[in-house]
């Protein structure tokens, strides 16, 4: 049998199912019973219409979750009839998923859907199995070995996720984790018309819009965040210059991204002001110099710079344009997805605070 490695497929499968419990389930309004079993549409004949894109988006949709699984099972030493399980899991979930859509006006279950899900998650079960009969997997334990530590699971799947969290847009450039606000507007919302709305605490002072200093922090952390994450899971020092590159890369690209998605492609580079300049610059020294601290340190670090970086960002009010900006977002405009990436916007760095804490005090979950 193979040997057994921690591996990040399995987080990333996770998260792919959680993908696909959104992308299926939405709007998650107006449930109700139609009057019919919830499995009918496996009887039902093959819809008259349908573009290539849909058949594009149910096998696309499931050919991650295939690939990630198998993977899994290759890592892990548990390859054995990883393809057939990996299409009955996935066909299982596909069956539910389109199974609840019946109690949902807005969703059409499909028997061409479900069969097109499967398809998916068996391709890229296959592509995955290929790539280990290729040598490709092997090549990528490797790459991970000399790379990272043995535990650096949980923070890859961190780092992966922050281009996706900077797709939503932010009040202030690289600021995740700005939850206050809404926070206190969503309990004050949910507490209306009750007696508890007396006891909400109310702020003696209002937010105040952040100053260009201020502003030059939260931006110089927010990239300094995710390299110091970086640095508690990669040993080398070369490796540590290569992989900050691909921070500042990644993080300007997403933002820009970001940018053009909310305002439109000739807006792309308006939030790239002098205290963002300043910022990025101030953030690029600090993490050379930073180069060599030890693995624990940098854990350390990101504690820090995470308590000060949330402080600092949850004291900022949104402006009545950037509410308009959230607005459109939330109708899902640009992004089908838009309400995962505004989770992630906000969770990930509480997340990392998490997962940094679990280092701290050397207790990572284990696979």
């Not at 847009?169 to 004050?188: D, K, S």
């Not at 970086?230 to 300007?252: D, K, N, P």
């Not at 949330?310 to 977002?329: D, E, G, I, K, M």
Request: hydrophobic share 55%.
């Amino acid at each position: 049998m193979a040997s057994r490695h921690k591996t990040s497929a399995w987080p990333f499968a996770l998260i792919c199912v959680g993908l696909i419990f959104y992308a299926s389930l939405y709007p998650f309004a107006d449930w109700r019973y139609q009057g019919i079993v919830p499995w009918a549409f496996l009887g039902s004949p093959f819809p008259k219409y349908w573009t290539g894109f849909d058949v594009a988006a149910n096998v696309l949709g499931y050919l991650p979750l295939g690939f990630l699984l198998v993977l899994s099972a290759l890592r892990t030493g548990r390859a054995q009839y990883a393809v057939g399980l990996t299409t009955l899991v996935a066909g299982v979930l596909s069956l539910t998923m389109e199974s609840l859509q019946s109690y949902l006006p807005a969703r059409v279950p499909s028997n061409v859907d479900l069969a097109l899900n499967m398809l998916g998650a068996w391709l890229g079960a296959l592509l995955a199995w290929g790539m280990e009969k290729l040598g490709v997997i092997d090549r990528w334990s490797i790459f991970r070995a000399r790379w990272f530590v043995a535990d650096a699971r949980g923070g890859l799947v961190l780092l992966a996720l922050w281009p996706l969290a900077l797709l939503f847009p932010a009040a202030v450039p690289f600021g995740l984790g700005q939850v206050l606000e809404r926070l206190e507007a969503a309990l004050a919302d949910a507490l209306e018309e009750t007696p508890f709305l007396d006891w909400l605490p109310v702020r003696d002072i209002e937010l105040q819009p952040l100053v260009p200093g201020v502003e030059l922090v939260c931006v110089m952390l927010g990239v300094l965040i995710p390299c110091l994450l970086g640095f508690c899971i990669i040993r080398s020092v070369g490796r540590r210059a290569l992989f900050l590159l691909l921070v500042f890369t990644l993080g300007i690209g997403a933002t820009a991204l970001s940018a053009a998605l909310s305002y439109g492609p000739e807006h792309a580079w308006a939030w790239f002001s002098l205290p963002v300049k300043a910022g990025l610059v101030t953030a690029l020294v600090w993490v050379i110099l930073l180069l060599w601290v030890p693995l624990r340190a940098s854990a350390a670090l990101v504690l820090l710079a995470l308590g000060i970086y949330l402080s600092l960002l949850n004291q900022v009010p949104t402006s009545p344009y950037f509410a308009q900006t959230l607005f459109t977002w939330e109708q899902g405009r640009f992004i089908r997805f838009h309400g995962l990436a505004q989770w992630l916007g906000w969770l990930w760095p509480y997340a990392v605070l998490v997962y940094m804490l679990l280092r701290v005090w050397g207790r990572e979950p284990k696979n």
